[in-house]
C-alpha cells in the first residue's frame, strides 16, 4: 500500500492550499484518514482526522480553517486549509489504517508534502 500526497507548496499568510492524499496498492478497506504535520525542531502533530463514516476531528489550532474530506471510491484525504498563518510552515503527512486484500490491516504513512507560508 502506497500513500501518495500532493498540494503543498508557498503561499503568503492568509492564502489558502488543498492537499491530496492517494491510497494504492492491495486495499481491501481504509479505516480512518489523517493528515499530520511537523515543523522543524517540533514533534509531528496531529492535524485533523475523518473516520470511514466522515466523523472528524481537529487541532484546536486549525478548527475553522481547515476541513478534512475524504472520497472512499478514490482512496482519497483531502485537507482545505484556509487563512493560513506562518505557523502553519510544516510537513504535511498522510496517514491511514488500511486492511489490505490479505486481511492484515496496518498504518500507513505518506512521504510528505511541505507547506510553507510566508508572513
Known amino acids: 500500500v502506497q500513500l501518495v500526497e500532493s498540494g503543498g507548496g508557498l503561499v503568503q499568510a492568509g492564502s489558502s492550499l488543498r492537499l491530496s492524499c492517494a491510497a494504492s496498492g492491495s486495499i481491501f478497506s481504509i479505516y480512518a484518514m489523517a493528515w499530520y504535520r511537523q515543523a522543524p525542531g517540533k514533534q509531528r502533530e496531529l492535524v485533523a482526522a475523518i473516520t470511514s463514516g466522515r466523523s472528524t476531528n481537529y487541532a484546536d489550532s486549525v478548527k475553522g480553517r481547515f476541513t478534512i474530506s475524504r472520497d472512499n471510491a478514490k482512496n482519497t484525504v483531502y485537507l482545505q486549509m484556509n487563512s493560513l498563518k506562518p505557523e502553519d510552515t510544516a510537513v504535511y503527512y498522510c496517514?491511514?489504517?488500511?486492511?489490505?486484500?490479505?486481511?492484515?490491516?496496518?498504518?500507513?504513512w505518506g512521504q510528505g508534502t511541505q507547506v510553507t507560508v510566508s508572513s
Open positions: 496517514n491511514a489504517d488500511v486492511r489490505s486484500q490479505t486481511m492484515s490491516r496496518n498504518d500507513y
